[in-house]
């Protein structure tokens, strides 16, 4: 499939006096709060672009725009984008960027200015996510989003370095845990590369890093994903403890919650980062046997 529009180093970009610019029209001084870290740099928004195979007929979901920087790399390229910014001032502006910038491509740009964590219905049904997510929502948003737009089939986010390890992580690795099991559910995540914290302005003090996924097929109704989540919620909340006494409370007591390890044939002496998601799905429904 081909681009609507190449991705070359003439694209339109916003660079950074014309960020610096905006901001200070809207007397916009980017929040710690909000993870407000505005990407100033073309050749990493088209990058991101391109390693997110994005292409006219993908509907985009972006969240947390911003400023315009990806927004004005994806317009080009995909069919459309719906661009989610929690941000009043900046929604409004992004809309004008477009115009002023690529009025050619200005009309497939839907703003909607509410919360990501919040939303459960979008006017288009995306088909891949794009985004550079502040750390601290960065996974609630993934995850919530993938479970409400199964359109999405696959995506690329710019996350903190330790979230996007956490993601892609596999069993027996200390940093695997409740994000990287849960995400499975839905896709497989990938480090898809770096990214320097001088792309950003203001310089972030943490670095991040690019993940890309892609859907596969659902492991099981939304029952089961419920029951599974709560297991790897209850194996995690101590996760240096064996199975036996993690799940203990979960299963209402040790002696059952043996009995359900050896129906889903997983060992009472494991520890949560030893098991696949498919263990977890095991003992959800052990316990209902």
Not at 117 to 133: C, E, G, R
Not at 277 to 287: C, H, P, S, T, V
Request: aromatic fraction near 4%; charge should be neutral.
């Amino acid at each position: 499939m081909e681009n609507t529009e190449p991705i070359s180093s003439t694209s339109p970009t916003l660079g950074a006096s014309e960020i610096r610019e905006i901001a200070k029209l809207l007397d916009l001084h980017p929040a710690k709060s909000l993870g407000q870290n505005f990407v100033i740099d073309g050749n990493t928004c088209r990058k991101i672009v391109r390693l997110a195979d994005i292409n006219n007929e993908d509907t985009v979901l972006e969240i947390g725009p911003g400023l315009g920087s990806l927004t004005i790399a994806l317009l080009p390229v995909a069919r459309e984008v719906i661009a989610v910014e929690i941000d009043r001032r900046l929604a409004t502006q992004l809309i004008e960027t477009m115009q002023n910038k690529i009025p050619n491509h200005a009309d497939k740009l839907q703003i909607i200015n509410e919360d990501a964590q919040l939303i459960n219905t979008l006017p288009q049904s995306p088909t891949a996510l794009v985004a550079n997510l502040p750390y601290n929502i960065s996974v609630p948003v993934i995850l919530h989003l993938l479970e409400k737009f199964p359109s999405i089939n696959k995506g690329l986010v710019m996350v903190q370095a330790e979230v996007a390890q956490r993601l892609a992580a596999k069993p027996g690795n200390k940093i695997y845990g409740t994000p990287s099991v849960k995400a499975k559910w839905w896709a497989d995540m990938s480090i898809a590369g770096n990214v320097s914290r001088e792309v950003f302005w203001p310089v972030p003090n943490v670095d991040s890093l690019l993940v890309a996924f892609k859907r596969g097929e659902s492991p099981g109704d939304e029952a089961l994903r419920v029951q599974t989540f709560t297991v790897i919620d209850a194996a995690f909340s101590q996760r240096r403890k064996m199975l036996r006494s993690a799940l203990s409370v979960w299963a209402g007591g040790s002696s059952s919650a043996i009995e359900i390890l050896e129906k889903a044939g997983v060992a009472q002496t494991s520890r949560a980062e030893e098991l696949e998601l498919k263990e977890f799905i095991a003992i959800a429904q052990a316990r209902s046997i």
